[in-house]
């Protein structure tokens, strides 16, 4: 199964992108990788997610490398409650199961 | 709507007792699961129901029980557990019909055992 590898922590300052990176390397050719956050233990929330070709939509951008070994949130102008743990994703091929990595923690500051 | 719902938010149960923990969808998913979720850590799969039908047991101890009445209902039935099983409780849904297709959680149950 593939997994993922996340930087531990992150700081941003407010108004400013976040660039929130991931490596999948041994991810298969038709797994899906995923981005979700959680706030403060509640239920994660789904952000975007991707399979070859870059995706946007009115939460965030995610770039996959052409390899897709690795890719990138991207939170445009991230704000104070943006604060979170971010999980990057690999949906396992042939099953309904999510693999979650350990997550970022974001924090945005003032 | 993308809402799924879980009773009751908050449990404390001692090691006898027998509680259950529930969850609702009324998206027209048909698949649903449950994970768990211990401090500082990520969530970890429990179980998945297809159209019904328990699909995947993540080797989970047979003091959880799962049940899935119907469609939107999903149960988990608990009964001698351990101070090690209190965790964040979360239950999810997608649409049940293609791998790899995005899950949508709800808020969890947190669980303390004495």
């Known amino acids: 199964d593939a997994k993922t590898t996340q930087p531990p922590s992150m700081d941003c300052a407010e108004g400013r992108a976040a660039n929130l990176p991931c490596n999948h390397s041994?991810?298969?050719?038709?797994?899906?990788v995923y981005w979700y956050r959680q706030i403060h233990s509640q239920g994660p929330q789904y952000i975007i997610h991707?399979?070859?070709n870059n995706e946007t939509n009115e939460m965030a951008s995610l770039i996959i490398t052409e390899d897709r070994k690795s890719s990138t949130l991207i939170l445009p102008h991230a704000t104070l409650r943006d604060t979170a743990v971010y999980y990057c994703?690999?949906?396992?091929?042939?099953?309904?199961?999510?693999?979650f990595g350990t997550g970022t923690r974001l924090k945005v500051l003032a | 709507d993308t809402e799924v719902t879980q009773t009751p938010k908050h449990l404390v149960m001692g090691m006898t007792n027998k509680k259950s923990l529930k969850c609702e969808q009324h998206m027209g998913h048909r698949a649903m699961y449950w994970y768990k979720q211990k401090a500082k850590k990520p969530p970890e799969l429990m179980f998945v129901?297809?159209?019904?039908?328990?699909?995947i047991n993540e080797s989970v101890p047979s003091r959880f029980s799962p049940e899935c009445p119907n469609s939107s209902l999903l149960n988990l039935h608990l009964h001698a557990l351990q101070p090690e099983d209190s965790a964040l409780y979360l239950c999810a849904s997608s649409h049940g019909g293609v791998e790899g297709e995005t899950q949508y959680f709800g808020p969890g149950t947190r669980l303390l055992v004495l």
């Open positions: 994703i690999v949906s396992t091929s042939g099953t309904y199961k999510y693999i």
């Open positions: 129901y297809s159209y019904e039908k328990l699909s």
């Open positions: 991707g399979l070859k």
């Open positions: 041994t991810i298969s050719g038709n797994e899906y």
